[in-house]
């Protein structure tokens, strides 16, 4: 009598470990688009603010720069991997543009529906605030995304292969700058954060101000009438 065995315990294995994988590419690739749309987004609130553009022209502005900035720190990699500019370019464009505009669809829809965020200047809460709540809805949007373009060997899994693996670069291409996405996302971080701390002190010290001009013009007042 023959005996067949039949050992699934491998295959399952296998199969978690390939959804681990995805998973923590898809997380990886997500935070990686994430730092050029903030960057892009923060660049261009902060000019569309300052200079009293419309929210649309605001919101036109800081997506532009999201995706200049998104692409660019994408292409650079693939740069000093030794692929030609066009051909980075077409890789890129490729594998960022779906993620890159779930993000700015959501990031700017919230900003647009949270009350005062798109005209909120650089040292009011609600501007950074604003912009925490949106770059964080577009990464839970994003994330889905990007997990289902890498299960079918697409988005970031286009340029995978060049981030890792890829040959020490030479020459001129030694001195294109690598940023690693924790550092941009670090400094994207604390970047954010100290503008909330000097918004809020900002906003903490102006009523003892105002109350300190008020009382000195009663006490002018009081001085003429007397």
């Keep these: 009598m023959t005996v067949h065995t039949h050992d699934h315990e491998p295959s399952g294995h296998t199969h978690q470990e390939h959804d681990g994988s995805t998973n923590t590419m898809a997380l990886s690739a997500t935070l990686h688009c994430l730092t050029g749309c903030a960057i892009g987004e923060i660049v261009g609130l902060i000019i569309g603010t300052a200079l009293g553009l419309?929210?649309?022209?605001?919101?036109?502005?800081?997506v532009g720069l999201a995706f200049l900035f998104g692409y660019t720190l994408?292409?650079?990699?693939?740069?000093r991997a030794g692929l030609a500019l066009g051909?980075?370019?077409?890789?890129?464009?490729?594998?960022?543009?779906?993620?890159?505009?779930?993000?700015?669809?959501?990031?700017?829809?919230?900003?647009?529906v949270i009350p005062g965020a798109m005209n909120a200047g650089l040292v009011n809460p609600v501007f950074w605030v604003g912009m925490i709540i949106a770059l964080g809805?577009?990464?839970?949007?994003a994330y889905p995304v990007n997990r289902y373009l890498l299960g079918r060997g697409k988005g970031h899994a286009l340029t995978h292969q060049y981030h890792h693996g890829a040959s020490a670069p030479t020459g001129a291409r030694r001195y294109i700058p690598a940023f690693s996405t924790a550092t941009l996302v670090a400094a994207i971080t604390a970047f954010m954060l100290g503008g909330l701390v000097v918004s809020l002190a900002d906003q903490?010290?102006?009523?003892?101000?105002?109350?300190?001009?008020s009382t000195s013009a009663i006490g002018a007042t009081g001085h003429d009438l007397t």
């Design 74 to 79: 994408s292409t650079m990699p693939l740069l």
């Design 137 to 141: 809805a577009a990464f839970v949007a």
């Design 204 to 213: 903490l010290t102006r009523p003892d101000t105002e109350s300190g001009h």
């Design 87 to 112: 051909t980075a370019l077409s890789v890129v464009l490729a594998a960022d543009t779906l993620s890159i505009l779930t993000m700015e669809i959501v990031d700017n829809a919230v900003m647009a």
């Design 54 to 62: 419309s929210n649309v022209g605001t919101i036109a502005l800081a």
